[in-house]
């Protein structure tokens, strides 16, 4: 006896599990890039193959929407879906909107409004810009972070799995840390590497007036704090603050009401979601990979990653977040 036929048998049953319920898809990026550690781009060419599938298998709706739909979908009705995008890169205005309005595909929109039509690029590409990208690097990196000092020895440029680690290490240190700590310490990075860390056209953010005109009806924004900290890892105050304030700030861009929120890196913890309820959102999106489940949390929300895949492939992922 062999164990395809129970895998095959799980994966039945979980297409028709998930089939029934609400599913919410979590994009990033839609482009072509060469350097994507994090697998957070979607091919243009892909993404309408994906867009197309999920319209004929699913009734996409507005995130604001999709609970209280969900209450009177008859059960002959097609399944829901929400489209979501996290961060605010400008290939989603330029790449994703695009097909969206072709295929009349509602989707929101969270952006980190801190970064909003500035020349810097989310910190997260500058790290991976310098240890992914850049050849010529000094041997050694010590960064001094919350008073204790951290070395790294920097391996060649050819020896991508060290290089890897390295960028993933860093990374892992730098994302708990306050806002400006980490920002000093990047600039830090900046300068060791030799590299000016200026935003490249192919890795910036939107700016403001992009914004302003992807909220379009079809588009909708919510909000993603002001600079995209791992909240838990910050006090009550701090917490609050980045929340509340990335509403007013995305109602000011976009001239309506935000009722959305996802929380950076999927992290939050109760004190997070009490202070996305008192900054007077309505709903809140994790990274947790299921479907929406009847009774679901409004302010914990799951959502299903997408990669770069075809098709077939997508719609396999989707309907079995299990996969």
């Not at 995209?228 to 980045?242: G, I, N, Y």
């Not at 900054?279 to 914990?300: K, W, Y």
């Amino acid at each position: 006896m062999t164990l395809q036929p129970l895998r095959s048998l799980k994966r039945s049953i979980g297409r028709r599990i998930f089939g029934a319920d609400p599913i919410i898809l979590m994009y990033h990026r839609v482009a072509d890039i060469p350097v994507d550690p994090w697998g957070l781009a979607v091919h243009p060419a892909r993404f309408e193959q994906q867009i197309a599938r999920l319209r004929r298998l699913r009734r996409v709706v507005h995130l604001h929407e999709l609970l209280d739909l969900e209450r009177r979908r008859a059960p002959s009705d097609k399944p829901l879906a929400a489209v979501t995008f996290d961060d605010g890169y400008h290939d989603v205005y330029s790449n994703a909107r695009p097909v969206l309005q072709r295929l009349d595909c509602p989707m929101t929109l969270f952006v980190t409004t801190g970064i909003i039509g500035t020349d810097r690029e989310f910190w997260w590409d500058a790290v991976a810009r310098v240890f992914l990208e850049i050849e010529h690097l000094p041997e050694s990196l010590t960064l001094d972070i919350a008073g204790k000092e951290c070395h790294w020895t920097v391996p060649p440029a050819s020896d991508h799995q060290a290089r890897d680690r390295i960028f993933r290490e860093v990374w892992g240190r730098l994302r708990v840390l306050p806002h400006e700590v980490l920002t000093k310490l990047l600039a830090g990075i900046g300068e060791w590497s030799s590299c000016d860390l200026v935003a490249r056209e192919m890795h910036r953010a939107m700016t403001a007036p992009e914004v302003r005109n992807i909220s379009d009806g079809l588009i909708t924004i919510g909000a993603h704090t002001l600079t995209h900290p791992t909240l838990p890892a910050h006090s009550a105050d701090v917490q609050f603050r980045e929340i509340a304030e990335s509403r007013r700030a995305c109602e000011k861009l976009a001239g309506t009401r935000v009722r959305t929120f996802a929380y950076p890196f999927g992290d939050h913890s109760d004190t997070t979601v009490r202070a996305v309820r008192e900054a007077g959102f309505d709903l809140a999106c994790t990274v947790d990979a299921r479907s929406v489940r009847r009774n679901a949390e409004p302010l914990t929300l799951p959502r299903i990653y997408v990669g770069d895949w075809k098709g077939d492939e997508f719609e396999k992922r989707i309907e079995d977040p299990s996969l």
